[in-house]
């Protein structure tokens, strides 16, 4: 085992210990929000169920690309140690699961405003069909499982990220939003095209950006995967030819050793998201005549975006949590 493998194996290990304890100090709360990072890499079983964690910055990342408002019904199906969940603002209907009870005991009590249930997020979605605002997450994905989906083969198994994202689609509300981290090859792979032709056919893809392969460097693994956003249409609503925004970042501020850098595209692709985004609004306003509010579009609005710029010039924007 590496040196940043026995980092992690030691720092889970102190935070189970902490999780026998009925209070947590800010300190040691902030410790396990931080350092506690699953068992992804760490457990050549192979059983640590795709335990790579999301880095906060890409979080927050996704969290200012929907820009979720207060009220909205919001599900994180796979929420590992609920870092999906950090910061997001109160007056928020978090509904999030998590295979692993040592993850979602760890989700539950970091994140005391969400409801998390300890148990399997894909049966958990087919409970909610049609449900909810915004679908948020990073499903596990890789070894196939047995599931109950459209795109199991003759042995009934299924790449698990395609049955997150099927049942994702279907518990989404009309005009309701699903963003994910997923692994590139679902969106390239010949043996994933029937999964793509349904998920287009029963969504419109708005964006898929590019993630350079170092940004889950210290949660372990260098698969190269993509931030998709989807949404469910409503049935009233023409969106005639729409444009898809595809994105390329190369530079997420560590690099393929995890040493800090100072490139990070991520702000300036938020702000071309956010402009995308408005001439998205006006082009179905003007196709259907109509004020896009009236049809309850959760639509992220620029001005509530604070993209700076830092004093080597560099975008930034503010991190939600
Ligand atoms: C790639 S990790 C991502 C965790 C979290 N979404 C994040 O981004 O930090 C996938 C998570 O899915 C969990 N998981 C695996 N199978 C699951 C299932 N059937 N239902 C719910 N969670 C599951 C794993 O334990 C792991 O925490």
Redesign the pocket.
Known sequence: MGRKESKRFADNKKVRELLQKDEWTKEEEEFIRLSYS?Y?ALNSSGS???????PQKI?SFIHNLLDIPTGATVC?????????LNGLTDGVDIKA????YE?AEVAQRLYPYAQIEQ??????LEKHKESFNYII?????GSA?E?KSRFANKKGKVD?VVV?LEKGIEALQEGGILAM?VPDNILSDNKFQSFRAWALENALLLTSISLPTETFYF?GTSTKTSVIVLQKPVESIDYGDYPVMMAVCENVGWDSRGREISENDLPQILFEWKLFMQERSEHIERLNDTDIEEVDIPTPSLEEVNIVRDSTGQLQFDLIS
């Open positions: 699953g992804g640590h169920l795709g335990q790579y964690f999301t979080v994180e199906p796979s929420c590992g140690g609920g870092g999906f699961c998590e295979l692993a993850a148990g399997d997020g894909l049966e958990f997450g990073n499903p596990p994905y499982i599931a698990p997150f981290v949660a």
